[in-house]
């Protein structure tokens, strides 16, 4: 940075050239000052056979001289002061940039340095103290890094008043570089919550191709991707990119089908690309910006196209400095500091040229130096950017509380105290001070100040002027939940409108659909596909559907679970009535068989084949019929129980019957052949104890179903996706299949004994009608088995319903209705001559 020159007395002089400071002024202690007077320079061509001349800067920036002067404000209010740092003056170096990143870093070593030349004895270093207490600067960020980099193994203070790059957080890197502004950190991720409070959910993005843009842009996008949010598009341009970049970013534009773009762009490079969009017409659009340009109230006289009309975005709180605005109006000190660039910044002012410098052709009006500002309206005279100055003065107040602590000053300071740019800057770190304004001073551990935001919403007047409304605040030092506090008033949108755009890639998906990614694209493209029956979403935008409990079933939206219905066979469904009437129709009808039976029991029909069994087989039937309507209703367990036993005892004691009549018939006629004395083994005695017999196996079967693993109600979930089958479960189905057996052998036993009976010689042979009936009632229980194992649900318990009542009927039609014909009908037939004649067989 410094060597010995080649003179007879050894000198150190600084390496390279970086100018004069163009603002200065001498004091007990130095503070450095960097800001871009110029935004540009005149472009040379370097053919490195000679040293590259100086920059020529060009293209005034008021803004930077608005900056300057609140440093310069800053420092006299200090000077003027008794209370902070009294008896000692403080001076300053201000250097211009010119925008150059290069020239701030050869400003930097020249601010550290010093760039005068120092005689110093023979083989002495030419290593010194600092030459200035602090930097204030850079504007921007891609120079702060810069600046950061080279000054920071020298741990001289850097305060920043518009660096927002996160990046510069990193005190590893940048040890030594400290901000008054937040963290574009902080403002990254406030932008992705603002757009995602909006339900912008698709979104494209354009950002400055520096530090400051692709850095806050990586945040955003970070950010964006975990609260559901994508980019459709992200470009990046710099203000000297050709104008086919240009070019290709409105190409992009119109192709793009999102309607917000988050612009993370300085405003030099908004204000280049707003004349362009402009001469396209690109409108319509709705922008969120950054604190860059948000606020500017310069690039809002330029969109005379209303391009960035109903903008949003984020900007730093409002401030005010008491006198700065004065101050910065009254430009005598820059007259006296340095007069060229006076000159010139009057004559851009002004748009005139001062009499010495003005040429016989020149046509421009003459400079007097005593124009009246009061009448200039442009952007020096503009106090918009105040919250920036209020960084700038914060800055310089930083510094000086710190030398006044370092100085142990009281009512006066020590001024032998030997400072090094190590101390200045730990106790920069450490302070926490309060402004004339009430403004708090303090840095956290990276060197950031806290992070506030307040939201501002472009909203145009009839006078064309565009109106910075605050519509909220975005403060992290408040829990996640409440930072983004919007404000009840009404916002302006893109086209002037007040209704909130749409910017989705895929509507939002509404309950009863689940969201399907489509192939190829991002997260937020997405096709809303219904959910599947038994499953719903009752949420908008659900990724998945759940299935509803095994009792519920989906409603036809799919968005809630519904309770399914109860299906059973009940007394007031056609089916159940119909059967009910049915068995009801048949134990009546059995009733009156009775009534006849029991009104001529003397006559000898009533009287054959043992009147005591066909009573004991009607009182059975009724039974029979009436057990049938424990299958219908409501399970319970006691109905569960009772049907299926009742169906078992009572088809049991009824084929037990027939099966004592039948043999009744098989051994009367063989107790009339000579010798024979089965009337004496099988007279009535043993008829009852054959009945009760077989019935009381079924009974000991029934009773051992009972007590192991009774038929309880259960609730059949899987036949009907949609209803709830309500039956009764077997329990142990070797019990049920155990009495269903049981009455199938008996049956068999029957038809077969009533078989081998049905050609005794006898008018009125009861054996062939019992034949034919045991015929049906096989034949409608061997149906019985596939038709109730296929039915469903309810319809397999109207199954065992109808064989139970068509065995009966079977049973009760075959066997006595003839005889009831005949008893009514044919009385003639009624005789006991009539019953005892024989049939001569045919010869065989």
Known sequence: MASFSQAEDPVCTQRGDSGNPVLSKDGDFILGGMFSFHSSWEDRMDNY???????????????????????????????NSTDLLPGISVGYKIYDTCGSVARSVGVTLALANGNEIVSVPPKAPCTRPAHVQAIIGETSSSPSIAVATVIGPFVLPVISHF?????????????????TIPSDYYQSRALAHLVKHFGWTWVGAIRTNNDYGNNGMATFTETAQQLGICLEYSVSFFRTDPYVKIQKIIEIIKASTSKVIVAFLSHVDLDVLLHEFSYHNLSGYQWVGTESWIFDSQTAKMDIHHILDGAIGLSIPKAHVTG??????????????????????????????????????????????HEDLNGVQNSFTDMSLMPIFNNVYKAVYAVAHALHNILSCNKTCNKNVQLDPFTVLQHIRKIHITTKERDEVYFNENGDPAAKYEIINWQPRENG???????????????????????????????????????????????????????????CCYDCIRCAEGQISNVTDSVTCVRCLPEFWSNERRDSCIKKEAVFLSYEEIMGALLTAASLFGACMTIGVILIFFKYRKSPIV???????????????????????????????WSCM???VAFGITFVLCISCLLGKT?????????????????????????????????LIQVVICIIWLTTFPPFPSKNLLQFKDKIILECALGSAVGFWAVLGYIGLLAILCFIFAFLARK???????????????????????TFIPAYVSSPGKFSVAVEIFAILASSFGLLICIFIPKCYIILLKPEKNTKRNMMGKKVPNSL
């Open 663 to 695: 043999i009744v018939v098989l051994m009367a006629f063989r107790a009339t052949r000579p010798g024979s004395n089965v009337k004496k083994w099988f007279g009535q005695t043993q008829q009852r104890l054959c009945v009760t017999a077989f019935t």
């Open 760 to 782: 005794l010689p006898d008018n009125f042979n009861e054996a062939k009608f019992i034949t034919f009936s045991m015929l049906i009632f096989c034949a409608v229980w061997i």
């Open 642 to 644: 009772l049907r299926h």
């Open 607 to 637: 009287r054959a084949n043992n009147s005591e069994l066909s009573f004991l087989l009607l009182f059975s039937l009724i039974l029979c019929f009436l057990c049938s309507l424990t299958f219908i209703g409501q399970p319970s367990d």
């Open 49 to 79: 056979t000679h040293k590259p001349m100086p920059l020529q800067c060009t293209s005034l920036n008021f803004r930077d001289f608005q900056f300057a002067q609140t440093m310069l404000f800053a420092i006299e209010e200090i000077n």
């Open 465 to 523: 002027v565009v109106e910075f409304v605050t519509v909220g605040l975005y403060d992290t030092s408040l829990a996640p939940e409440k930072q983004l506090n919007l404000q009840n008033k009404a916002l302006i949108w893109a086209r002037n409108t007040k209704q909130v755009p749409v910017s989705v890639c895929s509507e939002k998906c509404p309950p009863g659909t689940r969201k399907v990614l489509q192939k190829g694209r991002p997260v």
């Open 324 to 369: 700065l605005r004065e101050f910065i109006l009254d430009v005598k000190p820059l007259n006296s500091s340095n007069n060229e660039l006076f000159i010139e910044f009057w004559e851009t002012l002004f748009s005139c040229k001062f009499k010495e410098l003005k040429s016989s052709a020149d046509i421009q009006r003459e400079c007097t130096g």
């Open 163 to 179: 660096a927002t790059c996160a990046c510069l957080s990193d005190k590893t890197k940048y040890p030594s570089f400290l901000r």
